[in-house]
């Protein structure tokens, strides 16, 4: 009996091991191969837009990450340590960030991994966006007709000098605001980043640019000491959540993830005196203007610590405009040892730069770099070491054969869900354009209201009541295309 008992376990042992030598066999043939990353919250739908692409569009298992966690903690995570065994070893394959790599950074990771006189570091910006001030004061529309503002009249609020909506200089640039306001003395709510963040470097440093007597350079940084009666936001979804449940609420994050969030933009004047809105400006390319002329190194393993694309010129050039880089190390052997990784890193990091890629971006509010850039930054890419790795390759067009291999990322390689997001997409935008038109047709009317205000008109009831009328009509318009675009998202994605 004892005998037949250890015969049956030993047999059972035999069975187990063998399965688990199979399944241990099968995990190693469809090994993942990862790409991670972390840094700027701005375009990171962006980032992992492309990233989805790639993980659907993939023949092997792929796995590509982004943790978005604000340009500060991009940037360390990609310096490293700065001490013990590990030192200066980035954490990620890359980087990212809304800001440069300060030039300390890039030249104690130059010193310490580099030969000497040697660039370990190589910046590829791939895209441009704006960064704006968005506002919750009741009864106050967006757009033309909403909040105006100035550099020092932002700096006086954001200092706290400025605590009220109904303060006589606010007025001055709003005339029609206290009649709006709830009541008198309505408080100002100002919400503002934690930890360290490009969206609060960018504005710190363009609201000394130009107010430096209300914002002094000790108030400039991607982190700095904020009045204590401020309200505490981390990352863009906390400052849409602090702006959006506060009444009177007023803060700041790129453009585009505002305009997602139907949140209402405050006007801002540029370098040139022309009052406009984000959006206004990136319709008239006034996002990508700033980028161009010599703003930029040529080479992309240079120091870009000194880059600056504020308060550019031109009628529509935005004044708070961000370009976001990834950060890649040169040597990138010592980091990654696989090198089927490293090849499908080297293709995600020209898909940054691939049309069919990155123009997807577009729906998130941020413009494509000019062409110089984008040359620039596929030059830099070639910098880095990817010798004898795994050639990743695209299809678009119909490649047979070739187009099943096992390192192709290929478009004709869908799946539903995906193909479901891109009919969504198009929704999307064709409601978005229809928007940014019936919002050219308030600018309009606005310029002719303030044409007649110029020249001190008599109105007549008559006149007051067709004004009145076109008000309303466009009002109506907006709303009308807001519906659709509600009625496609719940007929498509709730499927209501």
């Not at 600056?308 to 990138?332: E, F």
Request: proline share 4%; glycine share 8%; with cysteine.
């Amino acid at each position: 009996m004892t005998t037949k008992i250890s015969n049956t376990l030993a047999l059972r042992t035999c069975l187990l091991l063998s399965v688990l030598f199979c399944v241990l066999k099968v995990s190693e043939s469809v090994e993942t191969v990862s790409v991670n990353g972390s840094g700027t919250t701005n375009p990171s739908k962006c980032i992992w837009h492309i990233m989805s692409d790639f993980m659907d569009r993939s023949k092997l298992p792929t796995r590509l990450t982004y943790r978005a966690v604000g340009s500060s903690t991009g940037i360390d995570e990609f310096v490293g340590l700065l001490s013990g065994n590990d030192a200066y070893k980035p954490l990620t394959a890359f980087g990212a960030g809304d800001v440069p790599i300060p030039t300390g950074d890039y030249n104690d990771v130059n010193d310490n991994t580099a030969a000497d006189g040697e660039s370990n570091i190589v910046h590829l910006p791939f895209v441009l966006g704006s960064i704006s001030f968005f506002h919750n004061v009741p009864n106050v529309p967006d757009g033309p007709l909403g909040l105006n503002m100035t550099a020092c009249l932002l700096a006086k609020i954001f200092s706290r000098e400025i605590k009220t909506w109904d303060d006589p200089e606010i007025l001055q640039t709003n005339s029609g605001l206290q009649a709006l306001l709830p009541r008198a003395d309505y408080p100002i709510t100002v919400a503002r980043r934690v930890h360290g963040s490009s969206s609060t470097s960018m504005i710190t440093k363009y609201l000394h640019q130009e107010c430096p007597a209300e914002w002094p350079e000790t108030m400039v940084g991607k982190e700095i000491t904020w009045p204590e009666d401020t309200a505490k936001c981390e990352g863009s979804g906390g400052m849409t959540n602090c702006i959006r449940s506060t009444e009177g609420g007023i803060g700041y994050m790129d453009s585009g993830h505002g305009w997602q969030e139907n949140l209402k933009e405050i006007e801002l004047v540029n370098k040139d005196g022309y009052l406009l809105s984000s959006r206004r400006a990136k319709e008239f390319d006034g996002i990508a203007a700033a980028s161009l002329g010599n703003t930029l190194p040529v080479r992309a393993d240079a120091d870009f610590g000194h880059v600056d694309l504020l308060n550019k010129p031109g009628q529509y050039t935005w004044p708070i405009v961000a370009i976001s880089y990834v950060y890649v190390r040169k040597n990138i052997k010592d980091y990654i040892t696989d090198s089927k990784e490293r090849g499908l890193l080297k293709l995600f990091l020209k898909s940054l730069y691939q049309k069919e890629y990155i123009d997807q971006c577009g729906i998130y509010g941020f413009s494509t770099v000019p062409a110089t850039i984008r040359d620039n930054a596929l030059a830099g890419i070639d910098m880095i070491d990817f010798t004898g790795d795994e050639e990743w390759t695209f299809e678009f067009d119909t490649n047979k054969y070739e187009g099943q291999g096992d390192y192709v990322i290929s478009s004709k390689r869908r799946t539903y869900a995906e193909f479901e997001r891109s009919l969504i997409r198009d929704d999307v935008d064709a409601v978005g354009e229809e928007l940014l038109i019936s919002s050219g047709r308030n600018d309009a009317l606005k310029a002719d209201l303030l044409a007649l205000a110029a020249t001190e008109p008599k109105f007549s009831n008559r006149h007051k009541s067709r004004i009145d009328a076109s008000l309303i009509m466009s009002s109506l318009s907006i709303c009308l295309w807001g519906l659709t675009l509600a009625f496609f998202i719940g007929k498509k994605v709730l499927n209501i």
